[in-house]
């Protein structure tokens, strides 16, 4: 049973940092991509930052040098941190585990909201 937990979303002030953490269960955690995506209301889940198994990132242009990417193999953990954080960044933020044709699975999502 794979299970994906999402923690750490909130209420943040513009210009303020939030930590979102994705705890997984059921997977070979460390073979897996992780990924972060996040989707506004009408509007299709889009890639905010992903991590391969080696260790490569990648991030939407939107949130290059605000956002970093990271995972801990030990604690089957990813984590997304995420700073300078705009209004235009409140949505729900979703955890991504893929690994090719094998497996594709997603949390439940942790809202985000930056509002003064």
């Known amino acids: 049973h794979v299970q994906l937990v999402e923690s750490g979303g909130g209420l943040v002030q513009p210009g303020g940092s939030l930590r979102l953490s994705c705890a997984a269960s059921g997977i070979i955690f460390r073979i897996y991509v992780m990924g972060w995506y996040r989707q506004a209301p009408g509007k299709q889940r889009e890639l905010v930052a992903a991590i391969t198994a080696g260790g490569n990132t990648n991030y939407a242009d939107s949130v290059k040098g605000r956002f970093a990417i990271s995972r801990d193999n030990a604690k089957n953990t990813v984590y997304l941190q995420m700073d300078s954080l705009k209004p235009e960044d409140t949505v729900v933020y979703y955890c991504?585990?893929?690994?090719?044709?094998?497996?594709?699975?997603w949390g439940q999502g942790t809202q985000v909201t930056v509002s003064s």
């Open positions: 991504n585990a893929a690994f090719g044709a094998v497996g594709n699975y």
